[in-house]
């Protein structure tokens, strides 16, 4: 709403004749020397104010347009134009962030957030948004950026183990916390894709700090929070980019959410997966079509844990071969390649990240992902067997032991590309100087490590890596999960 002080007290012909109007009554003078009939004149109250919602939220639309397509344009531009282009999206974006964070640590934070944890453009993985597209919603709305920058902080804090920072990056995320229980309040913008972009960060930002079984199910109600908001989107959000990126990201982390917990998967999450396999190829489809088989695995897990499952063993047998048929279905869009041979030539750091002489090499990190969601699944299954089973064979037994040691292995061989240690041909990247791999690996990880007991070869390896992780990577939930792993017993009988 908009003031308006300068109100035209004159009747509506002398308004319209641009003349002055001596208001007299019953008409004014100048109607009657014009022989007009005369309208009479308007309460000034009445128009003090005007409605310029639509108006505004016009000029949003234009901005909103104009910002994309400079984006878009930026693509086909130079590097050093796109670097310039970008720094002036972050310049853009600073200026909504609170006054009481210094510039050159809210340029640093946004600086840290974009070099480790999003993708260029070239990078076009679909369960990710580029950098592009995060900058459009960094850039034009206030939530987004100041979660941006509370995460950014949270991983600044923990790479230069600054509790400084850490105190700076928990009060951005306070604010953020307001200002995302303010926007759900309003029916439109909770559905809007920055609101689930910013509960995304959120969750992030509690991966990033977790260091206690609380700060666990603080990421937890995070996911749960995600679910509910992908509920109300409805279809829309598997109808354009952004949306069904946003949403292909937030899935995995619900789902890792219900299997670690052995709760359901949300109905919602399955009904949208398969609706998203008719926008997708039919060779990216298979991704959606693991989401349904993979949400059977929890809901088992699920009804066993509260013993309502009335033949466990025969269930998770037939969701097994149903996952083994769709691996061999898979076309080769996911296919992998798999390297034997010695890996000396790598540095030190590095060499510790392979766990034996063979690593994997996939089309790209959402493969690797998937991938390791199949061989978390399977494993949980066949250890349902194993702890619930009274197998009278004793080579039953060990076939089962060997498909759960066996998919353990080949999560661990997966570690390399999912670090960026290597790419899709097979050379080698200076360094790990990226930390989405590390937020995607953690949980298969830890499945991987609960297939073996204390002080196993595979055990202790997981443990190292997953500190290497939280000490290079700077993700605190990846120490916290080394610590309960070298604690915990493992849950093979």
Known sequence: MVYRPRISKGCGNCRTRRIKCDRAEPTCSQCVR???SCPGYRDPQQVYYRNENEKVRSRVRSAQYRTERQVSSAKEIAPQSRRA??????????????ASL?????AESVGFFFRYYVLDDVHNIPIYLNASQMEVLAATNPLVMQSLVAVGLAGLSNIKKSTELMTKATGEYTQALHLINCTLKDETQCKSDATLAATMLLGMFEV????????????????RGAAALIEMRGAEQIKWI????MFTHLRVQIIASCLHWRLSVPASIVHWSLQAMAERSTADAKADELVDLVAHVARLLSQARMNLASDTVSSAATIDRYLLRWKHSLPPRWIYQTIRGPVSNRSPPHLRFYYTQVYHV???????????????????????????????????????????AQLATEIAESVPFALRLVDNRATEVPSLDHCLGGFTILWPLYVAANTSPLGSTLREWVVERLETIGNDMGIGQAQFMARTIRNTSASVP
């Open 242 to 245: 952004v949306g069904m990126r």
């Open 85 to 98: 282009f970008k720094a002036a999206v972050v310049a853009q974006s600073l200026q909504s962030l609170p």
């Open 34 to 36: 014009a022989s007009f």
């Open 208 to 223: 990033l700090t977790c260091n206690t079984p609380s700060s666990l199910q603080s990421w937890a109600q995070h996911v």
């Open 362 to 404: 996939y089309p790209d990190l959402w493969a690797c992902n998937i991938w390791n969601f199949y061989r978390s699944a399977r494993i949980l299954l066949n250890q349902l067997i194993l702890n619930t089973a009274e197998i009278s064979y004793q080579a039953e037994h060990v076939k089962i032991r060997e498909t759960v």
């Open 102 to 106: 210094p510039s050159s640590t809210s």
